[in-house]
C-alpha cells in the first residue's frame, strides 16, 4: 500500500512538471514573437549556444555571410560580381541545428532568396542594387528563422 501511493505521488509529481514546462513552453514563444531579440527567438540558431559543434546548414550559411561580406566589398570598389566565383549554396537541402526549421514558410523562404540570388547576376549593370534585394532576402527569413545573426546580416546592404 504504501508503495503504491509512492508511486501515485511520484506519477502526479511528474504530470505537474510537464505541465509546469509546457506552460513555460507556451510561454517562450509569446515572448519571443514579442521580442525578436529575446533569448528565446535564438533557438533556431544553435550554432550560437553551440558553436564548437555546427551542423551543416550553420556552416554554410557562415560561408554565405563571408560570400556576402566579400561581395560588398568588391561592389564598393566598383568590381563586377561573377557568378562563378560566388555558386549558390543548397543550404536548404542539409541538416539545421533546429529540425523545426524546415517548415513550408522556411522552404518559401529559401525559394525566394534563391531568385534573388539569380537576378543579382542576372542584372550585371545594376548589381548594387540587385545585391540589396539580395540581403533583404537573408532578412526576411532570418526575420522568422534565427534572429541572432540580424545585427551582422542589417551591415550588408550597401548605403
Ligand atoms: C530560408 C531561410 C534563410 C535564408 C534565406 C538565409 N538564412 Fe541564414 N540562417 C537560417 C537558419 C535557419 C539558420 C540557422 C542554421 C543552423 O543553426 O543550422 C541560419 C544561420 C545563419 C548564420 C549563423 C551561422 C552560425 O554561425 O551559426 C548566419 C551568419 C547567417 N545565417 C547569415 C545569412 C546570410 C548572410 C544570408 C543571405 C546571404 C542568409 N543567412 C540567408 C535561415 C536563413
Known amino acids: 500500500m504504501k508503495k503504491l501511493i509512492i508511486f501515485t505521488l511520484a506519477g502526479f509529481l511528474a504530470l505537474m ?3 509546469a514546462c509546457n506552460n513555460n513552453n507556451t510561454k ?3 515572448t519571443a514573437k514579442e521580442d ?7 533557438k533556431a ?4 549556444m553551440d558553436p564548437n559543434n555546427p551542423k551543416p546548414m550553420a ?3 557562415r560561408l554565405m555571410a563571408a560570400n556576402a ?3 560588398r566589398s568588391q561592389l564598393l570598389r ?3 560580381l561573377d557568378s562563378a566565383n560566388y555558386p549558390f549554396i543548397k543550404f536548404y537541402l542539409v541538416e539545421p541545428t533546429d529540425p523545426n526549421v524546415l517548415e513550408p514558410q522556411f522552404f518559401e523562404n529559401a525559394r525566394l532568396f534563391q531568385a534573388a540570388y539569380k537576378d543579382l547576376f542576372e542584372h550585371p549593370k545594376e548589381q548594387k ?3 540589396n534585394l539580395m540581403i533583404n532576402s537573408c532578412i526576411k527569413c532570418h526575420e522568422s528563422y534565427c534572429s541572432g545573426p540580424l545585427r551582422r546580416i542589417n551591415k550588408f546592404p550597401i548605403q
Do not use: R, T, V, W
Open 17 to 19: 512538471l510537464l505541465e
Open 129 to 131: 542594387k540587385y545585391y
Open 28 to 30: 517562450n514563444i509569446d
Open 69 to 71: 561580406d566579400s561581395m
Open 45 to 48: 540558431c544553435g550554432p550560437i
Open 78 to 80: 566598383g568590381e563586377a
Open 36 to 42: 525578436s531579440l529575446s533569448k528565446d527567438s535564438l
Open 59 to 61: 556552416l554554410m550559411m
